[in-house]
């Protein structure tokens, strides 16, 4: 008979194998500027790789080029939420803002890998069709129905 010590533990390394997570990793082509990743008022990198150990949700992220706000303010922002979806439409869904008081900064871009490759968008100029300008433009948002899907943020890329 199993013990009730070696069944808790294969039950959580049963769920650790299957654990959701995502990784958003950034490429800063400019150089200059600090990536910055940003979820809750909090900062998750400065540039480094993030690991997000379950859904990420509502985080933004910018190149600071010391002209930019907290919250990305004067900059062209990514917005992201990666979460695995759990219905088809609820998956991960990822898009550049240029709603003020946001506004072009550098060009930025992103795409999805481990799933949905391919998938993304490039913002190159202040005119950019890819991006938000109002709340209405849900068009332009890049959406991923792929479990554990990450993303690559490149700044200076065109």
């Known amino acids: 008979m199993l013990s ?39 900062t998750l990198s400065t540039g480094g790789a993030y690991i997000s150990n379950g859904p990420l949700t509502a985080a933004i992220a910018y190149l600071q080029t010391g002209t930019c706000g907290d ?8 917005e992201t939420t990666l979460v695995n ?3 088809p439409g609820s998956g991960s869904s990822t898009d550049l803002s240029l709603i003020p008081p946001h506004a072009f900064s ?5 795409g999805y890998f481990n799933g949905c490759d391919g998938a993304g968008a490039l913002c190159a100029s202040g005119s950019c069709p890819t991006a938000f300008f109002q709340p209405s433009d849900t068009q332009v948002q890049v959406a991923c129905q792929t479990n554990n899907v990450n993303l690559a943020i490149t700044f200076c890329a065109n």
């Open 106 to 110: 550098v060009p930025t871009g992103f």
């Open 71 to 78: 919250n990305g303010e004067n900059c062209v922002t990514v």
């Open 4 to 42: 009730l010590r070696l069944v808790a533990s294969l039950i959580a390394l049963v769920i650790g194998v299957h654990a959701e997570s995502h990784m958003i990793i950034f490429d800063n082509r400019c150089g200059y500027g600090t990536p910055m990743l940003k979820a809750n008022g909090q």
């Open 85 to 87: 979806p759990t219905s």
